[in-house]
């Protein structure tokens, strides 16, 4: 048990006197990279903590009924910790993880799926080892910004705070991206007035980078013609701008189509389309499912987006797929894909699948179902599934506790959890994507 010895004011049991410090012991790390200690009977959440610590921490309040703290200094150090690489680090709230040497990250990552699965009674199933993408891969990225009278601050948003790092680079992101975040602010600066604050969407494809800048206000002329300079000072695929309050998105130029190439089909990238943070991730997911699925045909993919998944198995001449996604944008892309690769065996379905999942009888004509659902999850099709749902059954989800919510409806209905193959599509952070094979068990 956490021996909690309080210093100045602090009186464990007595209610937690916030803004004081005090004496902790870390006995583990939390789903979100924070080490968890115990004072008067509650768990404290201490960024940049490891296990086996003794840190002193300022306790901070409660945030999502959670008690934080601020680590002040560390007194006797784990032999796991390491120096961070990145400058912003402790600060910013993209990377979690960099002071944990690698053998502990990759355990702890693993540990995320386990620990899912295990809260919903999902024991001894297969979790295989963490498979992951190298730094420096990411392809997509958000950026938020301010424009104040002293300049722009652009970067990513402090940890569970609206305030932004002003970023000078990130390790984390492909080297076409982080060139952009220099002349970007400068960019802002000239576009936006102070006072004004939004976002900036990059995402690095096969005709150069494509960008949506997001603030207040449409365009004038002169703002228009300063981000078509822009765009061909930087050789940018394509220049968007979307003024704020859900307005659609204004295409300012075009200069080559922004694609993406899964499986080697081209797809012409939607404005704003999802896209999956690294190129090599999406390979891992993809080769998984693939190898998942095997010969069976015909196979249903569900959220299917722009169709990194869908590729891989159509373009097997033996596979007969069908795609099925709520985005008309995204599904009027892939088929234009499949046409012009001359896929006759894929067919596309808009379908809002979480007011609309396919039917028992849909479902019956698909030797294989895989889906891959926001972080929402999918179970109104989970339950479906459960009842009528073919012999395979791959999921793929981008958030664990979800996930294991639909593991266990499908394993209720019948459904054997075969494998689980995490990927660590974001490094150091807790982000963790899953690719899942469940088979029906015999009657």
């Not at 939607?270 to 390979?283: D, T």
Request: glycine residues 12%; positive net charge.
């Amino acid at each position: 048990m956490t021996r909690a010895r309080p210093s100045g004011r602090g009186k464990p049991g007595r209610g937690l006197g916030f803004s004081e410090e005090v004496s902790l012991d870390v006995d583990f790390l939390g789903a979100q990279g924070h080490g968890v200690a115990r004072l008067g009977g509650e768990a404290v959440y201490l960024p940049g903590a490891l296990p086996g610590e003794t840190v002193v921490a300022r306790l901070l309040g409660r945030h999502g009924g959670e008690v934080t703290g601020r680590v002040v200094r560390v007194v006797n150090a784990s032999p796991h910790r390491a120096d961070p690489f990145c400058p912003h680090f402790g600060v910013c709230g993209g990377c979690a993880l960099q002071h944990l040497e690698p053998a502990g990250y990759r355990a702890w990552k693993r540990d995320l799926a386990v620990t899912a699965l295990a809260r919903r009674g999902l024991t001894g199933v297969e979790v295989e080892p963490l498979a992951a993408v190298p730094s420096g891969s990411r392809r997509r990225a958000g950026f938020a910004f301010i424009h104040r009278a002293a300049g722009v601050t652009l970067g990513f948003f402090e940890r569970q705070s609206h305030r932004i790092v002003d970023l000078d680079d990130c390790a984390l992101l492909l080297p076409a991206l982080r060139s952009l975040i220099a002349p970007l602010r400068r960019l802002l600066a000239c576009v936006t007035r102070p006072g004004e604050g939004g976002g900036v969407t990059v995402a690095a494809t096969g005709g150069g980078v494509d960008m949506i800048i997001e603030a207040p206000g449409p365009l004038d002329l002169a703002r228009r013609e300063a981000l078509a300079a822009f765009a061909g000072e930087r050789d940018l695929a394509r220049l968007s701008w979307r003024p704020g309050g859900g307005s659609p998105i204004d295409p300012v130029v075009r200069r080559r189509p922004p694609q993406v190439f899964p499986a080697g089909v081209a797809v012409d990238l939607p404005p704003g389309a999802f896209l999956q943070p690294s190129g090599e991730g999406e390979a891992l997911l993809a080769a998984r499912v693939r190898d998942a699925v095997g010969p069976l045909s015909p196979v249903a993919d569900l959220f299917a987006g722009i169709g990194s998944l869908t590729f891989p198995l159509a373009t097997r001449p033996e596979t007969a797929a069908h795609a099925v996604e709520g985005g008309g944008d995204a599904v009027a892309a892939l088929a234009a894909a499949a046409r012009r690769a001359g896929l006759g065996n894929l067919t596309t379905e808009v379908r809002d699948l979480e007011r609309h999942p396919l039917s028992g009888p849909e479902l019956s004509r698909f030797a294989a179902v895989v889906f891959d659902p926001p972080r929402a999850g999918a179970k109104a099709q989970a339950q479906i599934l459960a009842v009528s749902g073919p012999a395979l059954v791959v999921a793929v989800s981008c958030h664990p506790p979800t996930f294991a919510r639909d593991a266990r409806i499908l394993v209720d209905g019948g459904y054997r959890l075969r494998s689980v193959t995490p990927v660590d599509q974001f490094p150091w952070s807790p982000h963790l994507e899953l690719v899942a094979v469940f088979r029906r068990a015999p009657v």
